[in-house]
């Protein structure tokens, strides 16, 4: 599995973004896509996730309520929506695949596949 990610840009505290992730390759409607993040000298902290059938999503604490993830089959790609952004969101964000099913799964290394990352900047 191939996954693109795009969307990141610089925007103002209070301001949106959507982030999309592409995803190529043998896809499984049990697969679990996911977005990270990581901000320089950190580690890459979980954000969200969602299944590709929409039946199951978790969020971090700390963007629950401001981010949305969403996803369309046909077009093999997930969203972020990032609304009310604060520079604390600044980062690298990551999408990752994960083949193992749905696990509540918040941790890097229970995702097998990564994109190349796409960076927000949130100015205050």
């Known amino acids: 599995v191939q996954l693109q990610a795009s969307g990141g840009g610089l925007v103002q505290a209070g301001g949106s973004l959507r982030l999309s992730c592409a995803a190529s390759?043998?896809?499984?409607?049990?697969?679990?896509m996911g977005w990270f993040r990581q901000a320089p000298g950190q580690e890459r902290d979980f954000v969200s996730a969602?299944?590709?059938?929409?039946?199951?999503?978790n969020y971090a604490d700390s963007v629950k309520g401001r981010f949305t993830i969403s996803g369309d089959s046909a077009k093999n790609t997930v969203y972020l929506e990032m609304t009310s952004l604060k520079p604390e969101d600044t980062a690298v964000y990551y999408c990752?695949?994960?083949?193992?099913?749905?696990?509540?799964?918040?941790?890097?290394?229970?995702?097998?596949?990564w994109g190349q990352g796409t960076l927000v900047t949130v100015s205050s």
């Open positions: 990752g695949a994960r083949r193992a099913g749905w696990a509540s799964q918040t941790r890097p290394y229970e995702f097998n596949y």
């Open positions: 969602i299944t590709w059938s929409g039946g199951n999503t």
């Open positions: 390759g043998p896809i499984f409607s049990s697969d679990v």
